[in-house]
């Protein structure tokens, strides 16, 4: 031993050897693999679940204190230590090299001369060994402390916090449960109070039902009386030469022209009062009276005319476009007589163009909001206006300036439409109803109430009555404008109508939906004709050709889609970089103007 010690003390200090612990521990304790699972506090768990979940949180992943060997294992030292290496371990770890120097030095001269007897050295006792574990243990252990306490610190933070948040949490359970009983009172009176208006509205739908009978009954009457004005009428033509006729003319003081035909008017006068079918509401001195139905359209001639001809969907190609506002076009106009074109505008303003040469003739200013569409006076020298800001305009164009704004609509306005008279223009809004106004009173004389969404389009059937309703509801609907009653209600589309126009003739209507569907209805048989599909993109308004045969679709897709009524054939006209919003056919179809998003109207010219 001794000679083993001699051998290794002169190359340096002695070190101990690595002692390698065996895999059968003797201490008998079982690890278990102890996996990180988040946990999370839900409204059900009490207060004693929510901090065993902490612990368990705080134990697995916040705080996880030094694995310390614990005090019950059996203090042992497999490899004892003999003195003088316990000796020089001891000066080299206090940092005593001097000491250390003077120890060898001395040592190894003795053991050299032979003095020291190594046999007499014995190894150090097993306490201080065990000293210096328990030490170690004890640090250890105070360091667990520290963890623990701070685990503790902030675990009762927590638990205030969460005591806190359940307070809070049952607070709000009470007031909503407060909220749900008072709302649930609150139900049961309005549905109490609902129950009180039964009698009521079955009154009133009986008298609904009467009224619709009688009306039934004067539509019948009335046209029995027209039918008989029809037949005296041709009676005096017949006999205009007879003296009778001639004395009976000549003390109505009328001298009509030699082959000329009569009209209604000058054999039967209309008497007001005497229409029953005439609104009871209140009358007002300047108001103005609706024109009788039996009016005959004095266009008949040149529409048939130009029915002979056939127009091709494929002829159609661009012949010039002009820049017409800085902001998206919303609608176009034609007026009644010349190739003028009105243009509604979002940037406020409306403008009027003369075609096709796209020279700008006058700009209107006035409204504060943007413009949705535009309406000509049938005897062109005025236009009507809607707008977002809720309000009708009508422009003069010899004074150039806005002389009247009709007020009535609590949402923005879409459409508008002059009677053929041109005494009344009709109006529809997005707060799902249509108005039309007098303009002689300057009053709103009826407004049509049916439609449960957003109205998007009204026109009159020219020389007539009829007013046309288009609605986000999907329906479409024909009105009385003398009484303000719904006549006929369309059902056929499945989204929201956003056009709807008559053809030339009035026997027929075209309308498109937000989806690209385009319907022809039959006005005669109150039926649908057919279907065309053009989507799926919206499309945003359809015209009629003036010979009926071709129907302009504005559309999403940047295109106008060109119908053939006949044939239901789909063509499409490509130019414009953005949605088109509006179309419209010149007098004698030829030209075709479109104008959308782009602020762009382009001229479509018709080359055979």
């Given at each position: 031993m001794a000679a083993i010690y001699d051998t290794e003390s002169v190359d340096g200090p002695y070190y101990l050897e690595k002692v390698s612990i065996p895999e059968d521990s003797e201490d008998g304790f079982e690890y278990e693999e102890i996996s990180v699972?988040?946990?999370?506090?839900?409204?059900?768990?009490?207060?004693?679940?929510?901090?065993?979940?902490?612990?368990?949180?705080?134990?697995?992943?916040?705080?996880?204190?030094?694995?310390?060997?614990?005090?019950?294992?059996?203090?042992?030292?497999?490899?004892?230590?003999?003195?003088?290496?316990?000796?020089?371990?001891?000066?080299?770890?206090?940092g005593m090299n001097k000491t250390l120097d003077c120890f060898q030095t001395e040592w190894f001269e003795m053991l050299q001369k032979g003095t020291l007897k190594t046999n007499q050295?014995?190894?150090?006792?097993?306490?201080?060994?065990?000293?210096?574990?328990?030490?170690?243990?004890?640090?250890?252990?105070?360091?667990?402390?520290?963890?623990?306490?701070?685990?503790?610190?902030?675990?009762?933070?927590?638990?205030?916090?969460?005591?806190?948040?359940?307070?809070?949490?049952?607070?709000?359970?009470?007031?909503?449960?407060?909220?749900?009983?008072?709302?649930?009172?609150?139900?049961?009176?309005?549905?109490?109070?609902?129950?009180?208006?039964?009698?009521?509205?079955?009154?009133?739908?009986?008298?609904?039902?009467?009224?619709?009978?009688?009306?039934?009954?004067?539509?019948?009457?009335?046209?029995?009386?027209?039918?008989?004005?029809?037949?005296?009428?041709?009676?005096?033509?017949?006999?205009?030469?007879?003296?009778?006729?001639?004395?009976?003319?000549?003390?109505?003081?009328?001298?009509?022209?030699?082959?000329?035909?009569?009209?209604?008017?000058?054999?039967?006068?209309?008497?007001?009062?005497?229409?029953?079918?005439?609104?009871?509401?209140?009358?007002?001195?300047?108001?103005?009276?609706?024109?009788?139905?039996?009016?005959?359209?004095?266009?008949?001639?040149?529409?048939?005319?130009?029915?002979?001809?056939?127009?091709?969907?494929?002829?159609?190609?661009?012949?010039?476009?002009?820049?017409?506002?800085?902001?998206?076009?919303?609608?176009?106009?034609?007026?009644?007589?010349?190739?003028?074109?009105?243009?509604?505008?979002?940037?406020?303003?409306?403008?009027?163009?003369?075609?096709?040469?796209?020279?700008?003739?006058?700009?209107?200013?006035?409204?504060?909001?943007?413009?949705?569409?535009?309406?000509?006076?049938?005897?062109?020298?005025?236009?009507?206006?809607?707008?977002?800001?809720?309000?009708?305009?009508?422009?003069?164009?010899?004074?150039?300036?806005?002389?009247?704004?009709?007020?009535?609509?609590?949402?923005?306005?879409?459409?508008?439409?002059?009677?053929?008279?041109?005494?009344?223009?009709?109006?529809?809004?997005?707060?799902?109803?249509?108005?039309?106004?007098?303009?002689?009173?300057?009053?709103?004389?009826?407004?049509?109430?049916?439609?449960?969404?957003?109205?998007?389009?009204?026109?009159?059937?020219?020389?007539?009555?009829?007013?046309?309703?288009?609605?986000?509801?999907?329906?479409?609907?024909?009105?009385?404008?003398?009484?303000?009653?719904?006549?006929?209600?369309?059902?056929?589309?499945?989204?929201?109508?956003?056009?709807?126009?008559?053809?030339?003739?009035?026997?027929?209507?075209?309308?498109?939906?937000?989806?690209?569907?385009?319907?022809?209805?039959?006005?005669?048989?109150?039926?649908?004709?057919?279907?065309?599909?053009?989507?799926?993109?919206?499309?945003?308004?359809?015209?009629?050709?003036?010979?009926?045969?071709?129907?302009?679709?504005?559309?999403?897709?940047?295109?106008?889609?060109?119908?053939?009524?006949?044939?239901?054939?789909?063509?499409?006209?490509?130019?414009?970089?953005?949605?088109?919003?509006?179309?419209?056919?010149?007098?004698?179809?030829?030209?075709?103007?479109?104008?959308?998003?782009?602020?762009?109207?382009?001229?479509?010219?018709?080359?055979?």
């Amino acid at each position: 031993m001794a000679a083993i010690y001699d051998t290794e003390s002169v190359d340096g200090p002695y070190y101990l050897e690595k002692v390698s612990i065996p895999e059968d521990s003797e201490d008998g304790f079982e690890y278990e693999e102890i996996s990180v699972e988040e946990e999370s506090v839900t409204e059900e768990e009490d207060l004693d679940s929510a901090a065993e979940i902490l612990r368990n949180r705080t134990n697995d992943s916040e705080f996880v204190p030094e694995q310390i060997p614990s005090s019950s294992k059996k203090l042992r030292s497999p490899i004892h230590e003999v003195v003088d290496d316990f000796f020089r371990n001891f000066l080299m770890k206090m940092g005593m090299n001097k000491t250390l120097d003077c120890f060898q030095t001395e040592w190894f001269e003795m053991l050299q001369k032979g003095t020291l007897k190594t046999n007499q050295v014995g190894f150090v006792p097993d306490i201080y060994t065990h000293n210096q574990l328990l030490d170690s243990e004890l640090k250890n252990i105070q360091k667990e402390r520290d963890s623990y306490k701070q685990a503790a610190f902030q675990a009762g933070e927590t638990i205030v916090k969460l005591q806190k948040e359940r307070d809070f949490h049952w607070l709000q359970h009470k007031r909503v449960v407060q909220e749900k009983n008072r709302l649930i009172e609150d139900i049961r009176r309005l549905k109490e109070h609902y129950e009180s208006y039964g009698p009521a509205l079955k009154q009133l739908n009986e008298k609904y039902q009467t009224a619709l009978r009688q009306k039934m009954l004067v539509s019948i009457e009335r046209d029995r009386v027209s039918s008989q004005v029809h037949n005296l009428d041709s009676a005096l033509c017949n006999s205009h030469s007879s003296p009778g006729t001639r004395r009976l003319l000549k003390d109505s003081g009328h001298s009509p022209e030699l082959g000329t035909k009569p009209s209604v008017d000058e054999v039967v006068t209309y008497d007001p009062a005497k229409d029953p079918t005439k609104s009871t509401t209140t009358k007002h001195s300047k108001d103005s009276e609706f024109p009788v139905s039996t009016r005959i359209n004095p266009f008949l001639p040149q529409i048939k005319a130009l029915s002979v001809q056939s127009t091709k969907i494929s002829g159609f190609s661009v012949t010039n476009f002009i820049k017409a506002h800085t902001m998206a076009v919303s609608y176009l106009a034609l007026h009644p007589r010349k190739l003028l074109v009105a243009s509604a505008s979002d940037d406020h303003l409306w403008r009027l163009w003369k075609m096709p040469e796209g020279e700008m003739v006058m700009t209107g200013e006035g409204h504060t909001d943007w413009l949705s569409s535009c309406s000509f006076h049938p005897r062109g020298h005025c236009l009507a206006t809607t707008s977002g800001d809720t309000t009708v305009r009508i422009w003069d164009f010899a004074k150039s300036c806005c002389v009247l704004t009709l007020e009535g609509h609590t949402h923005a306005t879409w459409g508008c439409s002059f009677h053929s008279c041109g005494d009344f223009v009709a109006s529809c809004s997005m707060d799902n109803t249509a108005k039309v106004w007098d303009l002689n009173s300057e009053r709103c004389r009826y407004t049509l109430r049916g439609h449960v969404d957003s109205v998007n389009s009204v026109s009159f059937l020219p020389f007539s009555n009829i007013l046309l309703t288009c609605s986000a509801d999907k329906t479409i609907s024909l009105w009385d404008a003398r009484t303000g009653l719904c006549a006929q209600t369309f059902y056929g589309h499945r989204h929201s109508c956003n056009s709807a126009t008559f053809n030339a003739l009035g026997d027929m209507i075209a309308s498109c939906d937000s989806y690209g569907t385009v319907k022809f209805w039959d006005v005669r048989n109150i039926s649908a004709m057919m279907t065309v599909d053009t989507g799926p993109h919206p499309s945003n308004q359809v015209a009629f050709s003036p010979n009926g045969q071709v129907l302009a679709v504005a559309s999403n897709d940047h295109e106008v889609k060109l119908v053939e009524v006949a044939s239901s054939h789909v063509s499409s006209l490509l130019g414009h970089n953005d949605t088109v919003q509006g179309v419209i056919f010149d007098h004698k179809g030829k030209y075709i103007l479109s104008a959308g998003y782009d602020g762009e109207i382009f001229i479509w010219s018709y080359l055979k």
